[in-house]
């Protein structure tokens, strides 16, 4: 757990930068996002956890404009998120999960056509600034289309970032890059944070999920939980043990179904076992500890734990 | 199994391509869609034999004979008088305007020199721009001016009928006197080259932000509808003044068309045609769900513009319904605009009433693109 991020939630009286509620959205019969809402603070980077189709895009998109929501209210950069999206627009940075730039276009041309929409103010600077800033000056002729997945996604972000927006909207911004450039990436929008731009990133990663400050899970288009790493690792209240040992495998099978026995996660060479009640899930692993050529170890559940299980226990509520 | 054809991957290419042709609505509507108007167009729509085209009657003696004469062109089919002119000159604007085909011209003095034998001047002016429009009804005029003045001639009068004609009929092919094909299509190209480019490469440039997803990344900018519409209308403009003044340099040079008309007002209409061609390319872009679709909806545009407007076939032997098919579509007014400025050399007042139903056009098409073009991916 980043011990540095806990520490940097924002107390609640900060100004919000995003602040919605009953935000609901319906694709034909179906409901995609259930009554959101979602409360971000300046400066603050706000992850955005959930499985596929759980309405984190849709969310984004309502968010910036490109969606209309169906129901609900609240402002997003003190504009109204029904009434305003143009202004909302003009001060959003957008990172759409496909690359959604020129890719007959270089990368200097991409840039430029930006700034230009956006109406930036020494367009040719800030063109220059913004390729310099993000490394990509030596392939600033180089088109977009021949670009690999780590650089296509700084040019998005560099896209994002050309007229200066107070807020950054990136969706799955990291999906098929390569660990480094993951990392190079979030040192980026921490830096960015530091110097007042709050975030709202949507990932699959826990080592991302971690590197936020303040986090929510949806599932099935609503809220399931939110607060910092830390928050919600507490209030899952499970408990975790971890197992070492020979034939893991078969292990994991027998005790997938025992009382207590909520999840049974292999980590490459130990086994995670966790449970919500605590004292039956010790009362069912009694008989394995005593088996010999075993190590147990109570653990403090992951992030991922936490939201397996929170998955789990939302299914039994919405299906 | 054979090691270079194996029928059951074969088969799973093949049963693939079913699914996919199924799921493809448009596609699948094509397929259908296309033989049945071809049918329709081919089979009910052209006429190679135009008849009942209108014509103007200028009568400077009422007699029996001019009745007569002009009963039996109207009894041939080919001539049918919609329009009476005081004078020639009013005629002859009508046939400038294109409102008549024809232009029948009865000297005041006809049936007295008929009378005497003297073989009065009869004049039929032919609006020959279209040499096949006028082709049939000329071929059968001798014959049956022949007949009426047999018809005509009884009695004292008799003594006039053998022999050659008792009259003496001059036609005039105006516009086009020696009847050259080319003068008519040379210019004709220029509209449907324009109406196939114009509308198929707006309608992919649409489409293709769409497919490659940086639709989305536009939308999330401040952009507006008419400033995108507008920005990707442009640069075809400029375009299609490219591949107009290549069609105008080989008309002129390689094919030898007359440019008789201002090219300066040809160019403002062509503002209009082109607009009103890439309103509907930038509609069908709106519509298209993938490059595909826009080609075929481009398709499904073209063809009945190229049949219905009068370019490969003439207009006026269409039945009523594909006239009025004919008279909606923008190819139909800026052909008759074309073939009226370079080969009549008509003025703007001429060209007027065919101008504004392609700028009508061009506003209910541009106002379909904008309402149906969404700043929104809802």
């Given at each position: 757990m980043n011990s540095a991020a806990a520490n940097?939630?924002?107390?609640?009286?900060a100004e919000a930068v995003i602040d919605v509620k009953g935000l609901t959205k319906k694709f034909g019969e179906r409901?995609?996002?259930?009554d959101f809402a979602i409360r971000v603070n300046r400066g603050q980077i706000y992850g955005f956890l959930g499985?596929?189709?759980?309405g984190k895009t849709t969310t984004i998109r309502m968010l910036c404009g490109l969606l209309t929501a169906d129901a609900g209210e609240g402002q997003c950069l003190g504009y109204d998120i029904r009434r305003e999206s143009q202004q909302i627009k003009r001060h959003v940075g957008y990172m759409t999960q496909?690359?959604?730039?020129?890719?007959?276009?270089s990368l200097a041309e991409n840039l430029d056509f930006i700034a230009r929409v956006y109406d930036v103010k020494d367009r040719k600077q800030a063109v220059d600034k913004t390729l310099e800033r993000l490394g990509l000056t030596a392939r600033?002729?180089?088109?977009?289309?021949?670009?690999?997945g780590g650089w296509k996604q700084r040019l998005a972000l560099a896209a994002c970032l050309l007229h200066e927006p107070k807020l950054l909207l990136l969706d799955?911004?990291?999906?098929?890059?390569d660990p480094k450039a993951r990392r190079e990436f979030w040192d980026q929008i921490h830096d960015l944070a530091a110097d007042g731009l709050t975030v709202l990133v949507s990932t699959h990663y826990m080592d991302e999920a971690e590197r936020c400050h303040a986090l929510a899970y949806i599932a099935y288009g609503r809220l399931l939980a939110n607060g910092t790493a830390t928050q919600l690792i507490q209030q899952s209240g499970m408990t975790t043990w971890s197992a070492a040992g020979p034939d893991l495998h078969d292990l994991a099978r027998e005790l997938r179904?025992?009382?207590?026995?909520d999840m049974v996660v292999p980590f490459g060479t130990t086994l995670h076992v966790s449970g919500a009640d605590a004292t039956q899930l010790e009362q069912s692993l009694a008989p394995y500890r005593e088996r010999t050529g075993y190590r147990w170890v109570r653990i403090e559940p992951g992030l991922e734990d936490v939201f397996i299980g929170l998955m789990n226990s939302a299914k039994d509520n919405f299906q | 199994m054979n090691a270079y054809f194996s029928w059951p991957r074969f088969l799973a290419v093949l049963l693939k391509e079913f699914v996919q042709m199924k799921r493809d609505r448009l596609t699948f509507g094509m397929i259908v869609g296309i033989p049945i108007i071809q049918l329709i167009l081919f089979g009910?729509?052209?006429?190679?034999?135009?008849?009942g085209l209108p014509a103007a009657l200028v009568v400077n003696d009422e007699s029996v004979f001019s009745r007569s004469l002009v009963r039996s062109l109207e009894n041939s089919q080919?001539?049918?008088?919609?329009h009476r002119a005081t004078s020639e000159a009013e005629a002859d604007r009508l046939l400038q305007l294109g409102d008549v085909q024809f232009v029948l011209v009865i000297p005041s003095d006809f049936s007295r020199k008929l009378q005497r034998g003297e073989r009065p001047q009869l004049l039929l002016a032919a609006d020959?721009?279209?040499?096949s429009a006028t082709g049939n009804a000329l071929a059968t005029l001798n014959q049956t001016v022949k007949q009426a003045m047999d018809r005509e001639?009884?009695?004292?009068?008799?003594?006039?009928?053998?022999?050659?004609?008792p009259v003496d009929l001059r036609v005039q092919r105006r516009f086009n006197p020696e009847g050259i094909t080319r003068y008519n299509i040379v210019p004709g190209l220029m509209g449907v080259i324009l109406t196939m480019t114009m509308i198929m490469m707006t309608a992919l440039a649409m489409t293709r932000e769409r497919e490659r997803g940086t639709m989305e990344n536009l939308l999330a900018t401040p952009v507006r509808p008419i400033e995108v519409m507008a920005g990707k209308i442009a640069p075809f403009i400029i375009v299609g003044y490219l591949q107009v003044t290549l069609i105008l340099s080989a008309a002129k040079l390689?094919?030898?068309?007359?440019?008789?008309?201002?090219l300066v007002l040809l160019s403002l209409a062509l503002i209009v045609f082109i607009a009103a061609n890439l309103s509907v390319g930038f509609t069908f872009s709106t519509i298209a769900k993938n490059q595909l679709q826009a080609m075929q909806m481009t398709f499904f545009f073209f063809l009945p513009s190229m049949l219905l407007s009068?370019?490969?076939?003439?207009?006026?032997?269409?039945?009523e319904w594909a006239q009025w098919i004919g008279e909606a579509l923008p190819l139909t007014h800026f052909l008759r605009i074309v073939r009226g400025v370079l080969l009549?050399?008509?003025?703007l007042a001429e060209i007027v009433p065919e101008l504004w139903p392609i700028g009508l056009f061009m506003l209910v098409a541009g106002t379909v693109a904008l309402k149906r073009y969404r700043q929104t991916l809802d």
């Open positions: 940097a939630v924002v107390s609640p009286s409901t995609v996002v259930d499985p596929n189709g759980s496909k690359f959604s730039l020129y890719e007959d276009l600033r002729t180089q088109l977009a289309g021949s670009l690999s799955e911004p990291t999906a098929g890059v179904g025992q009382p207590g026995v | 009910f729509a052209i006429n190679t034999d135009p008849k080919y001539f049918k008088f919609t020959a721009t279209d040499p001639l009884v009695g004292p009068l008799s003594g006039l009928k053998p022999g050659e004609l390689i094919f030898g068309v007359p440019i008789v008309g201002s009068g370019f490969m076939f003439p207009f006026r032997g269409m039945p009549k050399g008509n003025g």
